[in-house]
């Protein structure tokens, strides 16, 4: 039975979407997820982006995105921090669920670089900080992921 491995490698074009709301730490998620991209080889020329207002309205990009079937991969970037009312569990929930959704839908790997965090402290941090930068993260498993599913639909398969 053969084993399939992804890794982070061009396979295609790439879509990445992107929350202006909490801009300061989503152009940092987006410079870590371009950094992967190049890391594994896919051209600036091949990646789209596309901003959104809010975390929120990501589902929506990203189906439009996948809808098109331009894309072997795409990545969501966002941060959505914690306030004093259940906004923050409303919204967070809501874009997990609707780029599950359009990963789903279209068979089509979404790396999920979506920021659910108590302060701006731990979105820095997550953003290029300490804790690394999730966008990278992201792109990257959007990336092996999208590798896997080109194994399992026949191309490049281990023998």
């Not at 975390?55 to 990545?75: H, I």
């Not at 792109?139 to 023998?159: I, N």
Request: aromatic fraction near 6%; proline fraction near 4%; hydrophobic fraction near 50%.
């Amino acid at each position: 039975m053969p084993d399939f491995a992804g890794r982070a490698r061009s396979r295609g074009r790439v879509a990445i979407v992107v929350s202006r709301y909490n801009e300061l730490i989503t152009t940092r998620l987006l410079a870590g997820a371009r950094d992967a991209l190049r890391d594994a080889h896919v051209p600036d020329e091949s990646v789209d982006v596309g901003w959104v207002p809010g975390a929120f309205e990501l589902s929506a990009a990203a189906a439009a995105a996948a809808a098109t079937g331009r894309y072997v991969c795409l990545v969501a970037l966002g941060a959505v921090v914690r306030g004093d009312t259940p906004h923050f569990q409303f919204v967070a929930g809501e874009a997990a669920r609707g780029l599950n959704d359009v990963a789903v839908r279209h068979a089509l790997p979404v790396g999920f670089g979506v920021l659910t965090v108590d302060s701006m402290e731990q979105a820095a941090e997550r953003a290029g900080g300490a804790a690394g930068n999730k966008g990278y993260e992201a792109a990257e498993a959007a990336l092996a992921t999208a590798d896997v599913l080109a194994q399992l639909r026949g191309a490049d398969a281990p023998a």
